[in-house]
């Protein structure tokens, strides 16, 4: 696949912002694999991997603390639902177990009531409830991206892929937020995403 700085602008200039989305934060592991199988899905537009779940102040990588890996999904509504996203969270791990690692273990971290609702709703139609699973279902209190070599970590194995954000002048910040950098890091990950149709045209 041929990339162009160009075409990394506009394809993000062209996304979703962040009034037209919602957001859904969990674990299910290490968070490269999800943020890149997330980042591949259609509806979803930006992905990011963090740390939540824990009490200590500015976690790092090597410095976690009671935190554990996540990745948070900005999603189009219009496209895909809360529960769209809870069925492949759920597909994605065995919530009738658990990792004695808090670093990887399965969390759902909710926002608000409607998406507790939802989660209950979802648990309920399967005959599970909250209290009576392994993955943890929580408050999301404070959410704190990881370190920019953790952003897109399959990407960036791709060196004709990341070069175009390099030309384009995005720091770790505008690669982490970026779309199109969210749904190539699905793409080299061997997820199926029809990103090449989706691209502009090149100058």
Known sequence: MELTRTQVREYDRRAADAGETETATFGVGC??????????????????????????????????????????????????????????????????????????????????????????????????????????VERLSRFSPAEDYHQKYRLRSASSLIEPFDAAGYDGAELRESPLAAKLNGYVAGHDVNVAEELPAPE
């Open 31 to 136: 968070f490269w694999g999800p943020d890149a199988q997330f980042g591949a899905v259609e509806g979803v537009v930006r992905t990011r991997a963090g740390y939540a779940g824990g009490t200590k102040r500015d976690p790092t990588y090597h410095s976690l603390g009671d935190h554990t890996e996540v990745v948070q999904v900005d999603f189009d509504p219009e496209t895909i639902s809360y529960r769209d996203v809870l069925e492949r969270v759920f597909a994605a791990h065995d919530p009738r177990r658990q990792s004695r690692k808090t670093q990887y273990q399965n969390v759902v971290l909710v926002e608000r009531a409607a998406q507790r609702e939802a989660l209950d709703e979802f648990l309920s139609a399967r005959g599970l409830t909250a209290d009576g699973i392994d993955t943890r």
